[in-house]
Nanobody, 123 residues
Framework: QVQLVESGGGLVQAGGSLRLSCAASGFNFDSYTIGWFRRAPGKEREAVSCINKSEGEYYVDSVKGRFTISQDISKNMVYLQMNSLKPEDTAIYYC?????????????????WGQGTQVTVSS
């Protein structure tokens, strides 16, 4: 059974850092593209970053230079290191997986989703 579980969210002051983790099970991790998405209050879910074994890492412009995605294939883990956090980063963060091997920021191309972890950035 495919399963994704996020962790690492919390309350942090503006300018601070958090590292989110996504634990994957039930499939061959290195055959999938893993994405991070977020849903801010009152907004639809949007892409943040994605990674796969062959193509590497991709970021949307709003987080480029501040966030870093990485993976540990042996542990079936994907991480999102979030630095220089801003209040507008406040959202529920989700990891998602797809068998599509090419990197994608399209939500409808992802098949499996975690339940999300809350990130709140304040002053």
């Amino acid at each position: 059974q495919v399963q994704l579980v996020e962790s690492g969210g919390g309350l942090v002051q503006a300018g601070g850092s958090l590292r989110l983790s996504c634990a994957a099970s039930g499939f061959n991790f290195d055959s999938y593209t893993i994405g991070w998405f977020r849903r801010a209050p009152g907004k639809e879910r949007e892409a943040v970053s994605c990674i796969n074994k062959s193509e590497g890492e991709y970021y949307v412009d709003s987080v480029k230079g501040r966030f870093t995605i990485s993976q540990d294939i042996s542990k079936n883990m994907v991480y999102l290191q979030m630095n220089s956090l801003k209040p507008e980063d406040t959202a529920i963060y989700y990891c998602a997986a797809t068998l599509r091997f090419s990197a994608s920021f399209r939500e409808d191309e992802y098949d499996w989703w975690g339940q999300g972890t809350q990130v709140t950035v304040s002053s």
